[in-house]
């Protein structure tokens, strides 16, 4: 069961803070400050929407630069160069430019992708990064050891300081509303299959996830900030949402755990079976 207990995100009350939000500005600003507030968000608003069409087009993009390289990866498995066309891939662009042209270091294809291919399923398994962390000297070794990151993690003091409550989780809030249910914890879009109505948590999203969004009554993403793609369109359908959480979201979290969220104050507890929020609708 999934109870969403309350949101602020929907039509009226929408139009309403932004009735008050003008009726602020009028009595606290004077005529002149008043010109130049509407200015600024004259343009602010033009230009989020901007560089909104701007990611929209370069995601579009990228569609069709997949359906060359695919046409390029079948012309690579009729070649018998590769064993299946997305395993082009596992290729740079530089590496497909210079076969075609005749200037591969290395004819072997299927063997590069058979390399990139176990050093990714490693990087799928092992540490991820910090979201914020500074490197000194040389940055490959670091890489071949993950756990050193940790150590150089700039946030780290922030986040064992994030809560004081170890059944809370906090992060950044970005569309508020409060909701109480199960959540559903996925590492990709592919384990989405069968969402309904539940919490959807993930480390992060891309424009590809947007389908979902009116399937979950909630989202929570361990990455990203207020002007991340994902928040944007969280904002626009009123759907509770907070981001950049810390403590180990993706880890303390497993499938089918009771929570509650607020994504007005970023919050997400942990609840037990016996627990609830007193909600006053009860």
Known sequence: MHQVLFCSGHGEERVGDQGEGRGVVKSTLRWPQRVLF???????????????????????????????????????????????????????????????????????????VELRRREYDEYRKGL????????????????????????????????????????????????????????????SIKETEGLNGEILVTAKTDPGWVPLYPLCSGLVIERGSLLSHSAV??????LPTIVSVSGGLMKR????????MDGGKGTVTLLGEDQAVDSGLK
């Open 253 to 260: 979290l497993k499938t089918g755990m009771r929570v509650c």
């Open 38 to 112: 509407n200015w600024v968000l004259f343009h602010a608003r033009r230009a989020v929407k901007h560089r909104e069409n701007l990611r929209f087009s370069r995601t579009k993009l990228f569609g069709v630069f997949r359906t060359l390289f695919r046409a390029i990866g079948h012309n690579l498995v009729q070649l018998h160069l590769l064993k299946d066309r997305q395993d082009v891939f596992y290729l740079t662009v530089e590496e497909i430019c210079a076969f075609v042209d005749g200037r591969a270091v290395s004819t072997d294809l299927a063997g590069l």
């Open 233 to 238: 369109v969280a904002r626009e359908l009123g």
């Open 128 to 187: 991820s990064p910090p979201e914020r962390f500074m490197l000194r000297g040389a940055c490959g070794p670091y890489f071949l050891f993950p756990q050193l990151l940790d150590d150089l993690n700039l946030l780290k003091q922030h986040e064992s300081n994030a809560s004081l409550d170890p059944n809370v989780l906090r992060g950044t809030p970005c569309c508020p509303g409060v909701v109480e249910g199960v959540v559903r914890v996925v590492t």
